[in-house]
């Protein structure tokens, strides 16, 4: 038989090693999205057990029994122990959420965990977590939660706003400052309510270029650029958006996240 007669059209692979490499590629996009959030998770405990040692040194300090306003003292030193239980809290979630879900958070209608705070409370929480990383490197730290973003109900949404605090923070020079403001937006009747948190740094501005939120980008010029694609990821997974952008007034970073207070959300 000559080549011309020769069927030489190629076949689909046998439907055995076709399942097989079927099973192979859902393997290495399992281990894929295994890594990712397993690399998530580790960036997100490593900067939890930062602020907690943080806040426990400054705890020791504070309860020091010769500081002059022993009662002003102990009431300082509780309120980093808190901070640092609360932090411990939230990353005992994480893991929770890791090993139940492959999130950090879990997605909305799984409700595989219970958010443990509401928006307010945790943008509180980090700023006053991240007090000491902010004191010591000479940034001040200012938020404002408007009356309408008060009374919301518990959203996952540590991960977004601690990630965007620390980075903020450092970001900025000394004797910069950070400013966090949280509030309820309504652009139309329509779209209904929204949750915009912004967040202000004094830093020198992300490039504009290229996607902030891809993996290995850091606002500080060093560091592992993973806290913001974490921010991304879990925003979609709420059906929110996030934004990082020059600011318009002048030297440093927006960060921007914005929520829409559906009932997929909220519940």
Known sequence: MSDQ?????????????????????????????????????????TGIIDSCIRCIARARTASDPNAIVQELALGAADAYLRAAEASLLE?????????????????????????????????????????????????????HIAPGARDLPPLPLFPIISNAMRNAIEATPPGGAVRARLSVIADSPQAGPSLMLVIDDDG??????????????????????????????????????????PRDEGRGSRFELLVPLTKRVIG
């Open 204 to 245: 020198t501005g992300p490039p504009t270029d290229f996607d902030p939120f891809l993996p290995g980008f850091s606002t500080k010029g060093t560091g592992h650029g993973i806290g913001l694609d974490i921010a991304r990821d879990i925003a979609q997974q709420l059906g929110a958006t996030v934004s990082l952008r």
């Open 91 to 143: 990353a005992a979630d994480m893991v929770k959420a890791i090993l139940r879900t492959g999130s950090l958070v879990g997605p909305p209608s799984s409700r595989a965990l219970s958010p443990r705070r509401a928006p307010a409370e945790i943008l509180a929480h980090a700023a006053e977590s991240l007090m000491p990383q902010a004191e010591e490197r000479g940034v001040a730290i200012s938020t």
């Open 5 to 45: 007669d020769r069927d030489i059209t190629p076949h689909p692979p046998h439907p055995i090693l076709r399942s097989a490499r079927d099973r192979e590629g859902i393997a290495i996009d399992a281990s894929d999205g295994a890594n990712h959030a397993m690399n998530a998770l580790g960036h997100e405990l």
